[in-house]
């Protein structure tokens, strides 16, 4: 066959197109478990975070909390991991691990079931909620547990697909997520609001007005994580109602 010819280079190209296909389409498929088992170990990693263990011992001194120890140790914290039915019933059908909130936010309310993870740390119970949301430029989510009164936050954990580095992409840091810690859910009438991320919140220390302080040039995506809260947490009260005696609301 003539190199020089259309027909050659038009068949030349095809076949190089069908290798480095192959090739890559080989090399995601071969990387695939890998990459799950990094995801599932960081998702781990984060719930456990939330409830303050950032460090476990091991041959007798305290390591970080990599990703391959959370693993290891998720179970010695997380005593039940279930599925919620919007009525706040138990699904057991539904392996809550593996329930991705990107995809049940497609679904009508009624229709979408909510994971829950309970966490006991020294001889403390912990509620821990997975949360997806909004921001300025697209998905943030996270998780956010709660004290044994179902009203107080322990901790929260966020990520963002893109928000902006510097502004809405703060979320992520240490500083704006220990904002949250020991912020309640409920206002004095037992209503659940969540948590409020507040441009110019002059409020300090007070634990007891559901605000915190927003990150600044950052309004949207603090709305987001605003709205992210109070709308995964209102799924749970009917479970949560029913797990203690606290006054809450239903709406």
């Known amino acids: 066959m003539n190199k020089n010819s259309n027909t050659y ?5 095809v076949l190089m197109v069908l290798v480095v296909a192959s090739v890559l389409a080989f090399t995601a498929t071969s990387l695939q478990p890998t990459q799950d088992r990094n995801v599932r170990q ?9 409830v303050g ?27 039940e991991t279930i599925a ?24 009508p309310v009624d229709k979408q079931v909510y994971p829950l993870y309970i966490a006991e740390v020294k001889q403390e119970k912990y509620y821990i909620v997975p949360l997806r949301g909004t921001g300025l430029w697209g998905a943030i989510w996270g998780y ?29 840091k240490m ?5 949250f810690e020991d912020e309640k859910i409920f206002d004095s009438n037992g209503e659940l ?6 441009k110019g919140y002059s409020g300090g220390g007070d634990k007891d007005d559901n605000k915190i302080d927003a990150i600044s040039g950052a309004t949207i995506t603090g709305d987001g994580v ?9 799924h749970y009260l009917p479970y949560f109602k029913e797990q203690t005696e606290m006054k809450v609301a239903t709406k």
């Open 9 to 13: 280079t038009f068949i030349f190209a």
């Open 84 to 107: 919620l039915n919007p009525d706040g019933s138990v699904n057991e059908s539904v392996d809550a691990f593996n329930v991705d909130l990107s995809k049940e936010l497609n679904k």
């Open 144 to 172: 956010i547990s709660l004290k044994d009164d179902v009203n107080t936050v322990k901790g929260v954990i966020f990520d963002h697909k893109s928000e902006t580095a510097g502004l809405g992409g703060e979320i992520t």
């Open 193 to 198: 609001v969540g948590v409020s991320v507040v």
């Open 42 to 50: 960081e998702t781990m990693q984060n719930i456990l975070f939330t």
């Open 226 to 234: 605003s709205d992210m809260i109070s709308e995964r947490l209102k």
């Open 175 to 179: 500083w704006f997520r220990q904002r």
């Open 53 to 79: 263990v950032d460090s476990v011992e091991v041959d007798g001194k305290l390591e970080y909390l990599s990703r391959p120890l959370a693993e290891n140790n998720f179970d010695k914290y997380i005593k």
